[in-house]
Structures are given as structure tokens and as C-alpha cells.
């Protein structure tokens, strides 16, 4: 589904990617380990087409990214990539279901459509109870529960998770962990997980380690 060849990307004298090849399939989950300063936050953020590569190529079902304008990457992130960050990201002023239907809204969908898919997806999240309540007046989990249901909303190929347990305590990130995988055995929802967590990173199909830029052996896990 996502192929990723001879990646590389420099930040002035830095070479911070070195010739990076990875190819995830539709339906896995991968984690993404290695030191901090390895690169990993870097490379999820050119297959999240966020950033470009200076070299190298990344595409989704044979699409090259690297041939699309911002505009044209723009519409393809919102309608195919969902993202979960280490701090949710939620937008304070709004209700936890706007939070969730504004993917949706920006991708152009009605409000009704946009709110009815956010609902549906706060339901199976466990979160119906919660609809109008604003981010502050949510405990961490159901933040980053939220922040699962956002990325979902437009039935993207793929979630790109960037350190998403990192505040949570341990069995808000046990909840959190076993909701990935119950994601991928119930819709097929392809995962790309960068992670410091080894219990979250032992339980991936794939852990592939990062050093200096590029992958170190890659573990075939379970």
C-alpha cells in the first residue's frame, strides 16, 4: 500500500534520513523504534506527505507523492492519512464531536454526513456520553480517544501515530494500545507507529529500528 524508496532529507549540513526503504501493507500495524534524534519523527512525517524528501520517492497504491503539488497532497492527507500526536491536538473551543467532524467538514462533506460519521465513531470509542463536552473537561485517554476517532472520521488508508502513548499513564496507554489493534482486526485500519513504549512496539506486526538515519534489523514480532 505505502512504498517508500531511497529517502533521504537533509536539514542544512544535517542528513538527518539516509537512503530510508520501507513498504507497508494495507491492513498492518508497524512500530518504528530506535533513539531519539534516528530519524524516526522525520520519516513519518514525509509519509504522512507533511514534509518532502529531498531524494527518494513515497507512494499510496502506486501514486507518487512526490509528483503532487501542496494543494493536491493537501486533499489527498485529508480524504487518506489520519494522524495521532503525542498531545491530541484538539481544538479547545470546540465540543469533542466538532473535534471529530472537522476532517470531514474541511474535506467537504455535509455537516449533517460529517457529524453522523463523528457520532458513529465516538459511540464505538466509548466516548457517546461525552459529545458536547470540551477538551479541558475530558481525562487524557478520552483525549487521545477523541484523537483516534478525528483521524478515522474520513475511513483513511492509513493512521500515522507519532509517540501516541507518551502522556498517558500506563493503563490509559494499555487502553490505548489494545484499541489500535482491535481498529486493525475490526476495519482492516493500516497503523505506522513511531514509539519509545517497547510493550506497544513488542505487539506490532513489524518493529523496525531505527539508527543514524536509516532501518538497523527489521523484527518480525507474534
Same mark, same amino acid.
Given at each position: ?66 509528483? =503532487? ?63 458536547? +463536552? ?42 490505548? +494500545? ?8 475490526? =476495519? ?7 514509539? +519509545? ?12 529500528? =531505527? ?12
Amino acid at each position: 500500500m505505502i512504498e517508500a524508496k531511497n529517502i533521504v532529507k537533509n536539514y542544512g549540513s544535517l542528513q538527518v534520513l539516509r537512503g530510508v526503504d520501507v513498504s507497508i501493507a494495507q491492513g498492518e500495524v508497524v512500530s518504528i523504534v530506535g533513539p531519539s534524534g534516528a530519524g524516526k519523527t522525520t520519516l513519518l512525517q514525509i509519509l504522512g506527505t507533511l514534509d518532502r524528501p529531498d531524494r527518494g520517492t513515497v507512494t499510496y497504491d502506486g501514486t507518487d507523492m512526490t509528483r =503532487m503539488s501542496d494543494n493536491e497532497l493537501a486533499r489527498f492527507r485529508n480524504k487518506n492519512i489520519g494522524f495521532v500526536f503525542q498531545f491530541h491536538q484538539l481544538l479547545p473551543e470546540f465540543t469533542t464531536l466538532e473535534n471529530v467532524a472537522i476532517p470531514a467538514l474541511i474535506g467537504g462533506e455535509s455537516r449533517e454526513t460529517a457529524y453522523r460519521r463523528a457520532q458513529e465513531l465516538l459511540d464505538y470509542l466509548g466516548l457517546a456520553a461525552r459529545l458536547d +463536552h470540551k477538551p479541558a473537561q475530558l481525562s487524557g485517554g478520552e483525549r487521545q480517544r477523541v484523537a483516534v476517532a478525528r483521524a478515522l472520521v474520513n475511513k483513511p488508508k492509513v493512521i500515522l501515530a507519532d509517540e501516541p502513548s507518551g502522556s498517558l499513564d500506563t493503563a490509559n496507554k494499555q487502553e490505548l +494500545h489494545q484499541l489500535f489493534f482491535k481498529l486493525r482486526d475490526e =476495519m482492516q485500519q493500516t497503523f505506522v507507529i513511531v514509539t +519509545h513504549d517497547e510493550a506497544l512496539a513488542s505487539q506490532a506486526d513489524r518493529t523496525l529500528r =531505527m539508527k543514524d538515519g536509516n532501518f538497523e534489523n527489521i523484527s518480525i514480532v507474534g
